[in-house]
């Protein structure tokens, strides 16, 4: 299965990595940003330490295994057919690192900025309300025991 993930800058200037769904990509892919498209090809293994995404783009994975981590620690492992939402042009920025020995092979698509890209405001919003859904549902349990 296609893993797409998204590396955005948060409000504390740290980079955050959270999971795009296929409907919210369909929505970003239709919003090509200025300038060219570019295939990129690094030899694996390797680290390009804390570093901007050098423009709003997506990065699909041709080939080869790479793993982006944020300063919270949290990891994401990339895999040939994967998409990177890379919106962290900001703040901290994160690093790459190229798994294996393979030569990685990856094609950059400029995006425009907008409305339709993913952020942990969303991601907060939707932890909330679950986190308020248990919590009732916790507490009804305990009416009825």
């Known amino acids: ?7 955005y800058p948060g409000s ?11 409907e919210q990509f369909t929505e970003i892919v239709k919003h090509i ?10 030899q694996s293994p390797s680290v390009d330490d804390y ?3 050098s423009r709003l783009q997506y990065v699909v994975h041709l080939s080869g295994t790479s793993e982006i981590e944020v ?7 990339l895999y040939a057919g994967d998409i990177l939402v890379a919106q962290d042009t900001t ?16 094609m950059n698509v400029p995006l425009e900025k907008g409305p339709w890209l993913p952020t942990g405001l969303n991601q907060s919003i939707k932890s909330f309300f679950k986190s308020f859904w248990f919590l009732e549902n ?7 025991s």
């Open 1 to 7: 299965m296609v893993q797409i993930v998204t590396v």
């Open 71 to 77: 300063a919270d620690g949290n990891t994401k492992r």
């Open 51 to 53: 570093h901007n995404a």
């Open 91 to 106: 703040g901290h920025g994160h690093i790459t690192k190229g798994i294996g020995n393979d030569v990685r092979v990856s």
């Open 138 to 144: 916790l507490s009804k349990a305990s009416r009825v």
């Open 33 to 42: 940003g200025e300038g060219p498209t570019r295939v990129n090809q690094n």
């Open 12 to 22: 504390d200037g740290e980079s955050y990595l959270m999971d795009v769904t296929v």
